[in-house]
């Protein structure tokens, strides 16, 4: 039962981490058609676009880093 939960888990961050970074693309590389400053809005305030795909990416990647530590712990334990 550990194990399969170890799974599930694991699979649920590998496909957050995945929708997060492909955010943090689509954030990044989203350009305004007039050429200005592009602006998300979280919580109710904007954000600058570039600012919020660099955090998406960064907490993509430590999503699924700790994907792959679990499926190691698995592995070992």
Not at 32 to 51: E, I, K, N, P
Request: glycine share 12%; no cysteine.
């Amino acid at each position: 039962m550990e194990r399969v939960l170890r799974f599930a888990v694991g699979f649920v961050l590998v496909a957050l981490g995945a929708l997060l970074g492909l955010y943090g693309l689509l954030a990044l590389l989203y350009r305004d058609h007039s050429g200005g400053s592009t602006y998300v809005t979280l919580f109710g305030h904007q954000r600058d676009a570039h600012v919020v795909g660099a955090v998406s990416l960064l907490v993509a990647t430590i999503l699924i880093a700790a994907a792959f530590v679990l499926g190691r712990l698995r592995r070992r334990g």
